[in-house]
């Protein structure tokens, strides 16, 4: 189990992704003249990706991890 100050921790991840939905709705909606549904379907959709991204990142560190433990 890793210690809350190494970068594999869950919480940073959660942390990083919150970041970025909370930077692409400011900066949407400082640039919008018309904050629509299109500016709501990117913010759902960056969400998505950068969701995803993190957990492939997780699981792949998973996998490393227990790999590492098996070999060694």
Known sequence: MSTIHEPTHPMWATIRFVVLVVAT????????SHFDETEIR???????????????????????????EESG
């Open 25 to 32: 709705s400011v900066i949407l909606w400082l640039n919008a």
């Open 42 to 68: 990117t913010i759902v959709e960056i969400a998505i990706v950068a969701g995803g991204y993190e957990t492939l990142g997780s699981w792949l560190n998973r996998d490393k991890k227990k790999n590492n």
